[in-house]
């Protein structure tokens, strides 16, 4: 009896022992959702191309081989405007008039043949002083040696490639500027002392 009693004791000790336990609280899963933010950097700057149109080599060969232009050139107290045509290079004429004469010329067998126009004829003459600088100045695109290497695009102005050197040479500083859409020259300067400027008629 005494021995059924003890168990039935430890047995009440043990139930009581029991409820008063706190279960353990589940564990806590901490689920740490982070926004997703998307942080879109912004393009970087384009560094800018330089075009390779209107380049100046592309202005000297087309000056050196166009078919046909009209030019005004101011040299020395000189002011010319006329026309230059080319059958091909090296077979160029010219017709322009200035300081109220009009001349016309062009390449042959003996050289230049120049005439001069009287009323409403043409006749032979003896060129003008300044006549075969100008013709030199139109038909031959001269091109000289840089002290800078090669001429520098300075800028674009109205269309245009401006490009800047210095002539090795006679340390006179050419300004030439390059039509980008056609790459012919519009515009030749050097210094103070001249200045060509040339324009193409819509149907050449």
């Given at each position: 009896m005494r021995?059924?009693?003890?168990?039935?004791?430890?047995?009440?000790?043990?139930?009581?022992?029991?409820?008063?336990?706190?279960?353990?609280?589940?564990?806590?899963?901490?689920?740490?959702?982070?926004?997703?933010?998307?942080?879109?950097?912004p393009?970087?700057?384009?560094?800018?191309?330089?075009?390779?149109?209107?380049?100046?080599?592309k202005?000297?060969?087309?000056?050196?081989?166009?078919?046909?232009?009209?030019?005004?050139?101011?040299?020395?107290?000189?002011?010319a405007?006329?026309?230059?045509t080319?059958?091909?290079?090296g077979?160029?004429?010219?017709?322009?008039?200035?300081?109220?004469?009009?001349?016309r010329?062009?390449?042959?067998?003996?050289?230049?043949?120049?005439?001069?126009r009287?009323?409403?004829a043409?006749?032979?003459?003896?060129?003008?002083?300044?006549?075969?600088?100008?013709?030199?100045?139109?038909?031959?695109?001269?091109?000289?040696?840089?002290k800078?290497?090669?001429?520098?695009?300075?800028?674009?102005e109205?269309?245009?490639?401006?490009?800047?050197?210095?002539?090795?040479?006679?340390?006179?500083?050419?300004?030439?500027w390059?039509?980008?859409?056609?790459?012919?020259?519009?515009?030749?300067?050097?210094?103070?002392?001249?200045?060509m400027?040339?324009?193409?008629a819509?149907?050449?």
């Open positions: 021995c059924e009693r003890f168990w039935t004791y430890t047995l009440l000790l043990t139930i009581v022992a029991c409820s008063r336990e706190t279960p353990a609280p589940p564990p806590t899963i901490t689920t740490t959702q982070s926004a997703a933010t998307t942080s879109v950097a393009p970087p700057p384009q560094a800018r191309i330089p075009s390779t149109n209107g380049s100046y080599a202005g000297i060969d087309w000056l050196r081989s166009a078919p046909a232009f009209h030019f005004v050139i101011d040299e020395t107290g000189v002011h405007e006329g026309d230059l080319r059958r091909t290079i077979a160029e004429s010219i017709q322009f008039r200035a300081n109220g004469e009009e001349w010329t062009s390449t042959g067998p003996m050289g230049l043949a120049w005439e001069r009287q009323g409403g043409w006749k032979a003459a003896t060129g003008p002083a300044y006549g075969n600088r100008l013709f030199q100045r139109v038909t031959l695109a001269f091109d000289p040696q840089k800078e290497g090669e001429a520098q695009l300075v800028g674009t109205d269309g245009a490639n401006h490009y800047r050197f210095t002539n090795a040479n006679t340390s006179e500083v050419h300004d030439v390059v039509n980008i859409a056609d790459e012919r020259i519009e515009r030749v300067k050097i210094g103070d002392v001249f200045e400027r040339v324009t193409v819509a149907n050449r």
